[in-house]
């Protein structure tokens, strides 16, 4: 009887609007519903109790809310020392050359360089924490950009730059700091209605054909669009 009216009670409570923001914002915040927060914090601990080595690699950066939850979660879980490796145009979408990538547009998601290191400083991430590399994808992921990068690993790769192509791109320059146990997050999966002819779902089918000592584990599906996978690669020197 009593459980019967606290139930409704909270039925009612939940109805009110104010109320009803609250709990969104809670679930949209939480760690417990799968969204790319949470879906970050499971990756930070998958890393720390598997040990597995290297640094936090973002494709798609935008206005920085994934970035600075890797950043708040690289604190939470004490990883010292891991760099947090940024890519984006800063200019937003590169022209769509693809015609079934026609739900997004040309220079959607601009937010330039110096606005981007406002909104990160503004939420606490120290510059001497992150780097930034700059440019469309097919000029900046190069031989320099492998250089600068030479002997790291990436341990958390959050892939968020929509189209096909661009997530082309950034799997064929990813592959060689792919280690046993890395965590790859796709944000955009299950885009197109889940169709595995399109966007990211695409280009991953396609790079695991082209590179057949790479095996991409399902590992989490998380809201609305995304899937996280564990690399296994007999690449890496680490088991
Ligand atoms: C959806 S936004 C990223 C959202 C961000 N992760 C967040 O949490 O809000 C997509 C980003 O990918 C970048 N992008 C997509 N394709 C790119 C390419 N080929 N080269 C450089 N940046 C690209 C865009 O500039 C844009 O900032």
Same mark, same amino acid.
């Given at each position: 009887?009593?459980?019967?009216?606290?139930?409704?009670?909270?039925?009612?409570?939940?109805?009110?609007?104010?109320?009803?923001?609250?709990?969104?914002?809670?679930?949209?915040?939480?760690?417990?519903?799968?969204?790319?927060?949470?879906?970050?914090?499971?990756?930070?601990?998958?890393?720390?109790?598997?040990?597995?080595?290297?640094?936090?690699?973002?494709?798609?950066?935008?206005?920085?809310?994934?970035?600075?939850?890797?950043?708040?979660?690289?604190?939470?879980?004490?990883?010292?020392?891991?760099?947090?490796?940024?890519?984006?145009?800063?200019?937003?979408?590169?022209?769509?050359?693809?015609?079934?990538?026609?739900?997004?547009?040309? #220079? *959607?998601?601009?937010?330039?360089?110096?606005? &981007?290191?406002?909104?990160?400083?503004?939420?606490? $991430? !120290?510059?001497?924490? =992150?780097?930034?590399?700059?440019?469309?994808?097919?000029?900046?992921?190069?031989?320099?950009?492998?250089?600068?990068?030479?002997?790291?690993?990436?341990?958390?790769?959050?892939?968020?730059?929509?189209?096909?192509?661009?997530?082309?791109?950034?799997?064929?320059?990813?592959?060689?700091?792919?280690?046993?146990?890395?965590?790859?997050?796709?944000?955009?999966?299950?885009?197109?209605?889940?169709?595995?002819?399109? #966007? *990211?779902?695409?280009?991953?089918?396609?790079? &695991?054909?082209?590179?057949?000592?790479?095996?991409? $584990? !399902?590992?989490?599906? =998380?809201?609305?669009?995304?899937?996280?996978?564990?690399?296994?690669?007999?690449?890496?020197?680490?088991?």
């Amino acid at each position: 009887m009593l459980r019967e009216k606290l139930i409704n009670w909270a039925r009612v409570l939940a109805d009110c609007p104010l109320v009803s923001r609250v709990l969104e914002g809670i679930d949209l915040h939480s760690d417990n519903r799968m969204r790319e927060r949470g879906m970050l914090a499971q990756a930070f601990e998958f890393k720390m109790i598997n040990d597995v080595p290297g640094d936090y690699f973002e494709f798609g950066l935008w206005r920085g809310k994934t970035f600075i939850y890797a950043h708040r979660l690289s604190q939470r879980y004490g990883c010292k020392g891991m760099k947090l490796w940024g890519f984006d145009s800063f200019a937003g979408l590169p022209k769509i050359d693809d015609a079934r990538d026609n739900i997004w547009s040309t #220079g *959607e998601f601009a937010c330039s360089d110096a606005e &981007l290191r406002k909104l990160l400083r503004r939420s606490g $991430v !120290p510059e001497k924490h =992150y780097e930034l590399v700059p440019g469309y994808y097919e000029d900046s992921l190069n031989e320099a950009l492998h250089a600068r990068l030479s002997g790291a690993h990436a341990a958390i790769v959050y892939i968020d730059c929509d189209l096909y192509s661009s997530t082309r791109q950034v799997m064929s320059f990813l592959k060689r700091y792919l280690v046993n146990g890395s965590i790859v997050c796709f944000d955009d999966f299950y885009c197109y209605k889940g169709s595995p002819d399109q #966007g *990211e779902q695409r280009a991953l089918r396609e790079f &695991l054909v082209e590179n057949r000592d790479i095996t991409f $584990v !399902p590992w989490s599906d =998380y809201a609305p669009l995304g899937k996280a996978f564990i690399v296994r690669t007999s690449r890496s020197e680490n088991e």
